[in-house]
């Protein structure tokens, strides 16, 4: 089966540029930060790892990142997405820099995939050489730390993690539980860029064969 790239895009995307005091509290913003942002995109992998992205490069902080239950299908706007993004920056310029990382992130850089064209294959598998400061607190990895993001339906995910838990020294750093708030199944694998990157092959391997003969035992 042949691997097909697919498009992500940023729905939505939208700049407070000094904050009221009460929306400041409601969020706990930073001290000094009174500036926020939030973006939508119509693949929730893709807004984690590109605002994950941006924090290595612009002055901000990710106040919120969550994923909408039911994925885009079930968003209740035609702009809401797949997940609800917001991060927070000293001064209005370092939102406005997040933001374009960020969008440069989804419209070049992501890796969702499926295999012959086939929508009802989706899967996300992408080694990341270096995170940033918000995988940190989403998955407690040291910044900088090498890590394999790997998201597909429930029974093929499970399959393939295993199998790419194998293929190299890695360890897991978050794994959500099927059904996840898209109804997938995923993981964040953290090791060397070499071992991520066997794992992110290996993953890939597994999810074709699971998908090729569904019924196979």
């Known amino acids: 089966m042949k691997i097909i790239r697919m498009q992500t895009k940023m729905l939505s995307q939208k700049i407070i540029a000094n904050v009221s005091d009460e929306f400041a509290r409601m969020y706990s913003l930073p001290e000094g930060h009174q500036s926020v942002g939030f973006f939508s995109v119509d693949n929730d992998d893709a807004g984690y790892l590109a ?11 990710v106040i919120r990142a969550e994923t909408f239950y039911g994925g885009s299908t ?4 035609r ?8 991060f927070s920056g000293p001064k209005v310029a370092d939102v406005k820099s997040g933001l374009a990382y960020v969008k440069d992130f989804i419209d070049n850089r992501t890796e969702l995939c499926n295999f012959d064209g086939d929508r009802g294959t989706a899967f996300y598998a992408q080694c990341i050489p270096r995170s940033g400061k ?4 989403f998955c407690g990895l ?3 730390t090498a890590y394999a993001y790997l998201v597909g339906g429930p029974i093929e995910t499970n399959y393939a993690l295993d199998k790419a838990l194998k293929a190299g020294e890695t360890r897991i750093a978050r794994y959500w539980y099927p059904p996840s ?12 860029e070499s071992a991520c990157r066997a794992a992110a092959n290996a993953f890939v391997d597994g999810l074709r064969y699971a998908i090729e003969y569904p019924l196979e035992i």
């Open 51 to 61: 605002v994950d992205d941006a924090t290595k490069k612009a002055d901000i902080k």
């Open 74 to 77: 079930c968003s209740w706007s």
């Open 79 to 86: 702009y809401g997405g797949s997940v609800f993004v917001m």
């Open 134 to 137: 918000f995988f940190k607190e």
């Open 142 to 144: 040291e910044e900088g």
């Open 181 to 192: 708030h898209a109804n997938s199944s995923g993981a964040v694998l953290a090791g060397t």
